[in-house]
Nanobody, 123 residues
Framework: QVQLVESGGGLVQTGDSLRLSCAAS????????MAWFRQAPGKEREFVAA???????TYAGSLKGRFTIDRDSANNTLYLQMNSLKPEDTAVYYC?????????????????WGQGAQVTVSS
């Protein structure tokens, strides 16, 4: 059974940095993609970044340069380093896994999800 547990969220000020973690267990697939999505209040969930097994990385265009996705394979932990945070980055951040190993920005490709971590950026 796949379990994803996010941590590291919190309340920060504009310009601060924050690193989210996603501890994964039960990943028995040979090749898979891990990703971050976020959902702001009143908005649809949107793609943030994905890390392919190759390991190609892809980012939402507006976030590239500020956000970095990485993984510690030994500990099965996915990270999202977020720098120069802005109030519009306020959202619940979700970790997700595509067991088919595709490199997709569509949430419909991801079968497993964490419970989410709240990130709030004050102005």
């Amino acid at each position: 059974q796949v379990q994803l547990v996010e941590s590291g969220g919190g309340l920060v000020q504009t310009g601060d940095s924050l690193r989210l973690s996603c501890a994964a267990s039960g990943l028995t697939f040979n090749r898979y993609t891990m990703a971050w999505f976020r959902q702001a209040p009143g908005k649809e969930r949107e793609f943030v970044a994905a890390l392919h097994w190759t390991p190609i990385r892809t980012y939402a265009g507006s976030l590239k340069g500020r956000f970095t996705i990485d993984r510690d394979s030994a500990n099965n932990t996915l990270y999202l380093q977020m720098n120069s945070l802005k109030p519009e980055d306020t959202a619940v951040y979700y970790c997700a896994v595509d067991p088919a190993g595709r490199l997709s920005r569509s949430e419909t490709r991801y079968d497993y999800w964490g419970q989410g971590a709240q990130v709030t950026v004050s102005s």
